[in-house]
């Protein structure tokens, strides 16, 4: 993507017709939390706090000027009762029953979107059971060959698309962990990835036929998960190719957002590290997804990332460079969509002193990662229209593994991600991109 390509201010598209959201793994908790929630909030009946689209704002100019619109009435951004939702699920439940299993959202607020909820069934998923082996799905997409799945799935999208009368549509991956991969070379080059395809092989994941059907539609594809799934070259090439935003991965919600506050601070203030150790129980379907041991793998390879790239240990090797790192994920089913973690953090500061931080963060998954979910389709939308092609590195802010180039580390910092987006979409607006110098307050301009 070539800079002269993006387009700015006026020549980008407007957000005109309706805008698909299309989801796999629509009757998870993430996904029936996500949809119910704006069908509530399009009502007047809940606020959608935790969306940086709909209550950020974004501060232009200096300080004196006092500048600091909405992000939405900043950018030209998609109207949320434009959205349509659609997608696929290996249970053939209504996302009302399907809610109701996932006993993320009260009784009240189900019940005065019921009618909505009922409306929309999932399509029949593309599933293996080796890929996710702790799930065991009936509503199943049957083909002789995986470029058969892919065709299924581009032709239920068409369906979608003309059922519902939308004019664009997103995609947004919100379904399971899949076990552990790493990039092989059928992976490396787009070419042997399509005839991999044809030739049913093994080492292609379901989340990767979805993101092939979405990319050769040229439709944006987000990774919600952890999976090996549209960070792999053959995948970047396609995008790239069809000019589509690619983002991923993995939703930045409860222990990881904890993480990427903290430790910025712990660097900032250089105060040395000798251990974090992070535990996790939650019961819902992601948890027993990850109660396997592959799956977990997954995971777990997306957590650890993050302290290291964060505290650069190659550069402070006096305060990080021996710190352990430990994280585990339990499933307990009483806890349901209710994930509580805990972090037992050793520090030490001057003279080497140790000191301990503990977290204890009772939190609600689907309810941190629904909002995400809500900037994530109406951002890749914006990026869209604005020809931003291949992959968005200005929305890390949302991942706990953030898709980069491949020459660049990943940028983990909470702040230092909102600023590279809100600065991209000052650039977008034709405003001036905001450093914090302010050196040019002091300075006597005579001189």
């Known amino acids: 993507m070539k800079r002269e390509e993006i387009r700015r201010q006026e020549n980008i598209r407007a957000p005109e017709g309706r805008v698909g959201v299309l989801i796999p793994g629509i009757g998870g908790a993430v996904s029936t939390t996500f949809v119910a929630g704006v069908e509530l909030i399009r009502r007047g009946i809940g606020e959608p706090i935790g969306s940086l689209t709909q209550l950020g704002t974004i501060r232009l100019g200096k300080r004196y000027e006092h500048r600091a619109p909405r992000i939405k009435d900043f950018v030209p951004l998609a109207d949320v009762n434009d959205l349509v939702f659609g997608g696929w699920d290996i249970y053939d439940a209504n996302l009302y029953e399907a809610a109701k299993y996932a006993r993320v959202l009260s009784g009240d607020h189900l019940e005065s979107v019921r009618d909505f909820l009922s409306s929309i069934k999932p399509m029949p998923a593309v599933f293996d059971q080796r890929f996710v082996r702790n799930l065991d799905g009936s ?84 990774n919600g998960a952890p999976n090996l799934t549209v960070d792999i070259p053959a995948l ?36 040395g590290l000798e251990g974090w150790y992070s535990t996790n129980i939650l019961g819902n379907r992601d948890g027993l997804v990850l109660d396997d041991k592959d799956s977990f793998k997954t995971k777990e390879e997306s957590k650890l990332s993050v302290l290291d790239y964060i505290l650069q240990p190659h550069l402070y090797p006096s305060l990080y460079r021996n710190y352990y790192h430990k994280v585990t994920i339990n499933y307990y089913p009483p806890r349901g969509d209710n994930k509580e973690g805990w972090d037992c953090i050793d520090i030490f500061g001057w003279l080497g002193y140790p000191m301990h931080i503990k977290v204890d963060f009772e939190c609600r998954d689907s309810i941190l990662a629904a909002p995400l979910c809500l900037d994530l389709v109406l951002f890749m939308d914006l990026a869209q229209r604005a020809n931003m092609s291949g992959i968005q590195e200005w929305l890390s802010f949302y991942f706990k593994s953030p898709m980069h180039k491949e020459n660049l580390y990943p940028e983990h910092d909470l702040f230092i991600q909102l600023m590279k987006l809100k600065n991209t979409l000052r650039y977008l607006m034709g405003e001036e991109q905001i450093t914090h110098f302010g050196l040019d307050y002091y300075m006597n301009s005579d001189e």
């Open 236 to 271: 970047i090439e396609l995008a790239c190719q069809n000019k589509v935003p690619i983002a991923g991965k993995d939703f930045k919600t409860g222990q990881t957002l904890m993480k990427t506050i903290i430790a910025p601070g712990l660097k900032a203030r250089m105060l």
């Open 139 to 222: 509503h199943i997409k049957k083909g002789t060959n995986l470029r058969e799945l892919v065709d299924a799935v581009k032709e239920d999208i068409e369906d979608f698309c003309k059922k519902n009368n939308v004019s664009r549509c997103i995609m947004i991956w919100c379904g399971s962990t899949e076990v552990y991969m790493k990039p092989d070379k059928v992976h490396q080059s787009l070419p042997e990835f399509l005839q991999a395809l044809e030739d049913n092989d093994s080492r292609i994941a379901p989340s990767m036929i979805y993101a092939v059907a979405a990319l050769e539609m040229g439709i944006p594809y987000i």
